[in-house]
């Protein structure tokens, strides 16, 4: 009988033993399941343009040839949310005299940052004089309702950082100038989603065009591939919008703290494709080369640690001293 007791009191023991290491199993796959989760809607989140709850979700993707070689992804939290214009992509669309009205009264004032005041910058432009010549500045505001900006992230900073309900632009996360034609990223307040930059450029009408390519470009070993892609898209604008002013801008310099870190996304790798713009410009003629660079870079030609959380992508007092500099910066046909 005392086997038999002990046996049992054993066999009890064992019981309870095996439920502890059951519900510990079952523990460790719940938390499993649930980091899974987390994973999988930080995927869907990125893949729905990066924006939910205010933030913003900016990635710098650097390619050489075809092959990706970094992958830089930045959560930055929209800073100034109250001086920040968000526009509707929902699908509703104002009209130009609309948007004219709203601007029409707006006075548009640059915060003071560690830089002079931006209508001082002497940028580097280049233009053909026998082409084009350089309006007298500031031009009113209601000029941004017919012009448009295409670009990346950046431009992404630019349209909603400017302040301005009238500013337009084609824009998305990691689009580099190889992508322009196949990449369906593109909305158009009233017309919906799902347009790659050809066809927004096609089905809409600007008087004037701002190019910013190149951050996403600057892991390319051959920067002709670059101004060949970009010289293509120009080609398709002018076919399409023959009258419109097409400004090639220069690539925004990067911190000193981020050129440091990198070897890919760095001031000289900048400052050659940028020689690169130019030239294209150059031997093109047809467009304008616009040193937008000028307006946000310090004196040794990087962009100020203060304008930036991540060294690449201009906070809002930046963006507007970019706003001032176009506005002192148009050019009109002769």
Not at 111 to 133: F, I, M, Q, R
Not at 280 to 294: E, G
């Amino acid at each position: 009988m005392a086997y038999r007791r002990y046996s049992s009191e054993r066999f009890k023991k064992n019981r309870i033993k095996r439920k502890l290491q059951l519900l510990f199993i079952y523990f460790l796959f719940a938390v499993l399941a649930v980091s899974f989760c987390q994973i999988l809607y930080y995927k869907v989140t990125d893949k729905s343009k990066g924006k939910k709850g205010g933030i913003v979700k900016y990635t710098v993707a650097a390619d050489i040839g075809s092959k990706p070689v970094g992958y830089i992804d930045y959560n930055i939290m929209i800073t100034h949310q109250a001086d920040a214009y968000l526009p509707d992509f929902s699908g509703n669309a104002i009209s130009t005299s609309d948007l004219d009205a709203m601007v029409k009264d707006m006075s548009y004032e640059v915060p003071d940052t560690v830089l002079g005041p931006v209508e001082d910058v002497v940028p580097s432009n280049w233009y053909d004089e026998s082409l084009y010549k350089k309006v007298e500045g500031p031009v009113d505001l209601t000029y941004f309702s017919r012009a448009c900006f295409i670009g990346d992230s950046r431009t992404e900073g630019l349209i909603l950082y400017s302040g301005l309900p009238n500013i337009n632009g084609f824009a998305y996360k990691g689009l580099s100038v190889d992508k322009l034609s196949t990449d369906k990223v593109i909305s158009i307040p009233g017309m919906g989603s799902g347009y790659t930059c050809y066809e927004a450029v096609k089905v809409t009408d600007y008087d004037a065009y701002y190019l910013m390519f190149g951050v996403n470009e600057l892991g390319w070993v051959y920067t002709d591939i670059f101004t060949e892609n970009l010289s293509k898209f120009i080609d398709y604008i002018k076919s399409v919008k023959p009258d419109a002013i097409i400004y090639v801008q220069s690539i925004l310099p990067v911190s000193l703290t981020s050129s440091q870190k990198s070897d890919v996304y760095n001031q000289d790798r900048v400052n050659m494709f940028n020689e690169e713009l130019l030239k294209m410009c150059q031997d093109r003629k047809d467009v304008i080369y616009l040193d937008s660079a000028s307006a946000v870079a310090d004196e040794n030609g990087y962009l100020p640690e203060e304008a930036s959380s991540d060294g690449i992508h201009c906070d809002v007092n930046y963006v507007k001293r970019l706003v001032q500099f176009y506005r002192y910066n148009t050019f009109e046909k002769k």
